[in-house]
Structure formats: structure tokens, C-alpha cells
């Protein structure tokens, strides 16, 4: 996938950021913990994006959490 020039996206709770702040405008990534606003605009902006999903509770496995440009989650809507 991040060969054929995807961004990679991970569903996964540690380390992650709230979905909303991490997608940008125009389907790119808004800049994050892991690359701060100083540093300049994302290199994934504009990128078609790959999203990879694991388990409900603990999203994906570690290692595919390591190959992710960016780990988001989603919030649930309260009950």
C-alpha cells in the first residue's frame, strides 16, 4: 500500500490522535504530536489514504500500528 504512494492510517487506541484532529483538509493529515505545525505542512496532504482496522477494543496489532504514518481512534457517541 505505501508503496503504490498511500498514506497509512491505523486504528489503534495507544498513541493515538482523535480521528477529527488528525484528517486535514482535502483527505491529508493535519499536523500532530508526532509532527507539530512548526515543522512545516504534512507530508501526507493531498495522499490518498489506507485506513487498516483491528479488533473493536484494541484496534490493530503492534506491528501494523508501527508501519502507520498516523494512529487515529474514533470516538463513540455515549449510549
Known sequence: V???GYGLLALHLQGS???TA???ANGGLAPS???PA???P???RGVPLAVVVGAEYEGVG???ARL???RVRIAMAPA
Do not use: C, N
Open 38 to 40: 512548526a515543522a512545516g
Open 62 to 64: 503492534e506491528a501494523a
Open 68 to 70: 502507520a504514518d498516523e
Open 42 to 44: 504534512s507530508p501526507l
Open 17 to 19: 490522535v482523535e480521528h
Open 2 to 4: 505505501k508503496a503504490g
Open 22 to 24: 488528525a484528517l486535514g
Open 33 to 35: 504530536a508526532a509532527a
